[in-house]
Nanobody, 115 residues
Framework: QVQLVESGGGLVQPGGSLRLSCAAS????????MSWYRQALGKQRELVAA???????RYGNSVAGRFTISRDNAKKTVSLQMNSLKPEDTAVYYC?????????WGQGTQVTVSS
């Protein structure tokens, strides 16, 4: 059974940091490209960051330079380090695994940036 379980969300003040983690099981993690998406209330889901099976990373324009994606194939986890958080980063953050025509999504974790 495929599972992607996100953790690490919460409430943080502007300028603060959070680290999200996604624990994977039920598929061959190392061959999947992994990514983080987010969806703010009333907005479309957008790509935040992605990391390929070989470790190549890319970021959405609004988070480049502030967020860092990483993966640990031995632990089957993908993480998102978020620094210098802004109120506009408030959203539900989702973990996604992709390989060829197979996509798996987690249930999401809420991140709220507010003073």
């Amino acid at each position: 059974q495929v599972q992607l379980v996100e953790s690490g969300g919460g409430l943080v003040q502007p300028g603060g940091s959070l680290r999200l983690s996604c624990a994977a099981s039920g598929f061959v993690f190392s061959i999947y490209d992994m990514s983080w998406y987010r969806q703010a209330l009333g907005k479309q889901r957008e790509l935040v960051a992605a990391i390929t099976s070989s470790g190549t990373t890319r970021y959405g324009n609004s988070v480049a330079g502030r967020f860092t994606i990483s993966r640990d194939n031995a632990k089957k986890t993908v993480s998102l380090q978020m620094n210098s958080l802004k109120p506009e980063d408030t959203a539900v953050y989702y973990c996604k695994a992709g390989f060829l025509n197979s996509d798996y999504w987690g249930q999401g974790t809420q991140v709220t940036v507010s003073s």
